[in-house]
């Protein structure tokens, strides 16, 4: 049961972060893409990444902390349906360019990220 903390306590704190993200983009980005998203998704990843780095220089990890991390926080952060979501939306308001920019660009960097930490891992 207080593994199901964690993930509450970790995927609060992703899904704040992902909501003030979004906000701040908002600020200085008006347009078309859904850069929010991105970032969201991008940090969530180099996250993962970098969590995952420290966990195999460091063994001792708490199993705790590794649930916070990787399923509390960084799943409440990262967003799939919104990015799905959002890609539908371009399509069908016609703006093809900005949808498959968001498929390629989420793909390329996200997988890229883990892909180069996943080098140093092995």
């Given amino acids: 049961m207080i593994a199901a903390f964690f993930v509450f306590l970790g995927g609060g704190i992703g899904a704040v972060l992902r909501f003030l993200i979004s906000k701040s983009t908002l600020l200085f980005y008006k347009?078309?893409?859904?850069?929010?998203?991105?970032?969201?998704?991008?940090l969530s990843c180099l996250i993962v990444g970098l969590f995952l780095t420290a966990l195999s220089i460091s063994k001792s990890i708490n199993p705790n902390v590794k649930i916070f991390v990787l399923i509390?926080?960084?799943?409440?952060?990262s967003t799939f349906s919104t990015f799905s979501?959002?890609?539908?939306q371009l399509l069908k308001s016609g703006n093809y360019y900005w949808a498959f920019a968001n498929i390629?660009?989420?793909i390329v960097v996200c997988f890229g990220l883990l892909m180069i930490f996943y080098k140093k891992l092995v």
Avoid at 31 to 42: A, H, V, Y
Avoid at 72 to 77: D, E, Q
Wanted: net charge negative.
């Fill in 72 to 77: 509390g926080l960084c799943g409440g952060l």
């Fill in 31 to 42: 347009g078309q893409f859904p850069l929010s998203t991105l970032l969201s998704n991008i």
């Fill in 104 to 106: 390629f660009l989420s």
């Fill in 85 to 88: 979501l959002e890609t539908m």
